[in-house]
C-alpha cells in the first residue's frame, strides 16, 4: 500500500522488517507511548522483535525516503501476550509489576489517564456504555492498537488514518474481528482521526476515551509484506 502525500512525499505503508527492529523500538519509545508506565526503547526492542514472528503484535510503518515517519502498533489477545512476555523478559516483568504497584498507592506518575474527568463530551464521541464494550476485554479476536504516532513533520496528511486503514485490514487477514484503542479526552487529532477511520469513540468517565471497531477483510488495504 502507498500513497501520495503533497507536503509530506511519497509514503510506503509496509510491515516491520528486521532491519527496522532497533530505529522502530527507539522512535516509540521517542513517541511516548508507555506500557503499564515504562516507555524505554528496552521495553519495545523485545515487543518489536515479536512483531516479526508472533501473529498478535502487528507492526506497522509509514516510511518516507527509507525512513520511518511513523508506526501503528497493536497486539491482539493481549492479556495473553503480556503474561508471556513477562515470563520470556522476567526484568521487564518486575519493572511493569512495580510500576503498577506505584501507579495503585499513588507513587510517581504513570497513568494519568485513570484520573476522572467531567470535560465535555467532544464532538462525535458516544455517551458511557453506549457500546458495551471495554478496553479490559481481552481475546485471541480482538486487538488492541496500543499506539499510532507520525512523525510532527508529516502529520495533518492523512498518514496517520492510512496506518490505521492497514493495521485494521493486518488484523482481519490474522483472524481479529474487533479493534479497541485508547486516546487521553483533550487529544483532537487523535480524535479525530480515530472518528474518520470508523472508531465509534465512547467516554468512559475517565481522561481516557474508549474506542472500538468491527473488522472486515480489506485485502486492498493491507500493508507492504516486502
Ligand atoms: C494522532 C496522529 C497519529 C495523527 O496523525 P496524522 O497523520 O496527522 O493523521 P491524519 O492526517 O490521518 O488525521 C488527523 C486529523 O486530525 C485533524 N487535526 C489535526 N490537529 C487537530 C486539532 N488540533 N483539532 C482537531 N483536529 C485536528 C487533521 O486535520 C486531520 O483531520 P482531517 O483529515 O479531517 O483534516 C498524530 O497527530 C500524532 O502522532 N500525534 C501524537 C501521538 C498521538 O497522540 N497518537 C495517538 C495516541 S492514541
Request: net charge neutral; glycine share 14%.
Amino acid at each position: 500500500m502507498s500513497a501520495q502525500t503533497g507536503a509530506s512525499g511519497d509514503i510506503r505503508i509496509r510491515l516491520l522488517r528486521e532491519e527496522d527492529v532497533e530505529q522502530t523500538a527507539r522512535l516509540i519509545a521517542a513517541g511516548g507511548t508507555t506500557i503499564s508506565g515504562l516507555a524505554d526503547a528496552g521495553v519495545f526492542l523485545p515487543v518489536c522483535r515479536d512483531a516479526l514472528g508472533d501473529r498478535r503484535v502487528v507492526m506497522v510503518l509509514a516510511v518516507r525516503a527509507g525512513e520511518p515517519v511513523g508506526y501503528a502498533f497493536a497486539v491482539s489477545d493481549w492479556q495473553e501476550y503480556w503474561r508471556g512476555f513477562a515470563r520470556r523478559n522476567p526484568g521487564i516483568g518486575l519493572r511493569v509489576a512495580w510500576s503498577r504497584l506505584a501507579d495503585r498507592v499513588g507513587i510517581g506518575s504513570s497513568s494519568g489517564a485513570r484520573r476522572p474527568t467531567d470535560e465535555a463530551t467532544p464532538e462525535g464521541v458516544v455517551p458511557v456504555g453506549t457500546t458495551g464494550r471495554h478496553w479490559g476485554e481481552s481475546s485471541p479476536t480482538i486487538g488492541k492498537v496500543i499506539d499510532v504516532v507520525v512523525d510532527p513533520s508529516c502529520r495533518g496528511g492523512g498518514i496517520g488514518g492510512k496506518l490505521l486503514r492497514a493495521m485494521f485490514a493486518e488484523l482481519a487477514a490474522r483472524g481479529v474481528t474487533r479493534a479497541d484503542c485508547r486516546t487521553e479526552i483533550d487529544n483532537a487529532s487523535s480524535i479525530r482521526m480515530e472518528i474518520k477511520a470508523g472508531w465509534t469513540m465512547e467516554m468512559t468517565g475517565t481522561r481516557s476515551l474508549f474506542g472500538t471497531i468491527d473488522l472486515e477483510r480489506d485485502p486492498d488495504g493491507e500493508p507492504d509484506r516486502a
